[in-house]
């Protein structure tokens, strides 16, 4: 937030105390008598880094308050952040050593991502981007766990060198702007070359299917790429998919939209396919599983989350039938097209075992 690390000494705000806020990633103080909460006073800071730290806390409603401190048994004037009144409840008290072992890498790519809007957005609209900005940052750690390299080329991203940066694109989704060169397959190194990737984040996708009615659920919304390309037909058919929060598994995530888009719990989770949408410009990561489930008794029905402004329309048909919408066309978002050519390849056994 403030570049560099600033003059700070270790200090204690007396009848006051530390908790996580809960459900989140980070603290909340209190007033509690008798205890006490140990920090660090920062000294030396210009009205610049206060005004930066005032937009990075006002992410989160915080705000900062005159108290006394003790540092080195003497009294001395602090501001603290504390948070809003009502908004977060405390849940176990906090643990620095937790914080940095699960939070603390998220956090700074989130926060990263906040500064990077200061000019562009205000507190309150970064307010509800940060579990997005946390997202991406998770799908960058589970990027750590590489697919294997038996026809691929043994090299990795010590072959890559990213050589500069450039200015770029910084809202809901980030366009990054670069300059990189790479080892070649001859053993040589590219020219310095300029380019741009789609920041995007990790998906987790889910098709429903009933082995014993032999039927799959597909997901029916207005899509904003289809809108966007000039499509006159932009409602398209598709697996249920969102967004794999951070510090969640993709499975989880999963399993989580199956009940907000479909309201359906998943008896089983069969892995699928596991791949990048698009990966000569974005980042975006599929996880692809099939789930098992019942299905009798249902036909076209709503879903969605109210609280996201989801319109979904839900219909159970045939598998034979998504199959006719494949080769009409229909069905032409790419996710789902995969989804149903794998299953074709596993629907027998499936069938036979249910």
Same mark, same amino acid.
């Given at each position: 937030?403030?570049?560099?690390? &600033?003059?700070?000494?270790? #200090? ?34 210009? =009205? ?27 009294? $001395? ?5 504390? &948070? &809003? ?6 849940? #176990? &008290?906090? =643990? ?7 939070? +603390? ?10 500064? $990077? ?9 970064? @307010? ?5 900005? @946390?997202?991406?940052?998770? $799908? ?97 058919? +598709?697996?249920? $998919?969102?967004?794999?929060?951070? @510090? ?12 907000? +888009? ?12 596991r791949g990048y949408a698009s990966p000569g410009y974005s980042t975006e990561f599929y996880h692809s599983f099939l789930g098992l489930c019942d299905l009798s008794?249902?036909?076209? =029905? ?41 299953? #074709?390849?596993?629907? +027998?056994?499936? @069938?036979?075992?249910?």
């Open positions: 937030m403030l570049g560099r690390v &600033p003059d700070n000494a270790p #200090a204690v705000l007396a009848d006051h105390a530390v908790y996580w806020a809960q459900d989140e990633a980070f603290p909340v103080i209190a007033p509690q008598p008798g205890a006490q909460a140990k920090g660090l006073l920062v000294r030396g800071l210009t =009205s610049a880094d206060l005004e930066a730290l005032d937009f990075y806390e006002g992410g989160f409603g915080y705000d900062a308050r005159p108290v006394t401190v003790t540092v080195d048994g003497q009294g $001395a004037q602090a501001l603290v952040y504390f &948070p &809003p009144e009502g908004k977060f409840t405390a849940g #176990a &008290p906090w =643990s620095l050593d937790a914080w940095r072992q699960d939070w +603390e890498e998220i956090t700074m790519r989130a926060a990263a991502e906040v500064m $990077a809007r200061r000019t562009t957005h205000s507190a309150a609209e970064i @307010r509800g981007m940060l579990p997005f900005f @946390r997202s991406r940052a998770w $799908a960058q750690q589970i990027a750590r766990t590489p697919a294997p390299q038996t026809v691929r080329n043994p090299m990795t991203m010590d072959q890559v060198e990213i050589t500069g940066k450039r200015p770029g694109f910084h809202g809901f989704f980030t366009m990054n702007a670069f300059k990189l060169r790479y080892r070649r397959f001859d053993g040589d190194w590219s020219p310095e070359l300029p380019r741009e990737c789609f920041m995007s984040f990790d998906v987790a996708l889910v098709l429903p299917y009933d082995p014993v009615l032999d039927k799959v659920l597909l997901v029916e919304q207005l899509r904003f790429g289809p809108v966007q390309r000039g499509d006159p037909a932009p409602w398209v058919l +598709e697996p249920i $998919a969102g967004l794999v929060d951070a @510090r969640e598994t993709p499975e989880a995530a999963a399993r989580r939209e199956a009940v907000e +888009e479909a309201h359906l719990t998943l008896t089983d989770l069969r892995p699928m396919v008794g249902r036909g076209q =029905s709503q879903g969605g989350l109210e609280a996201e402004n989801e319109d979904i329309r839900n219909h159970v048909i045939a598998f034979t039938d998504a199959m006719d919408l494949l080769d009409t066309g229909e069905i032409n978002a790419a996710p789902l097209a995969m989804m149903l050519l794998w299953l #074709a390849t596993k629907r +027998e056994a499936l @069938r036979a075992a249910a």
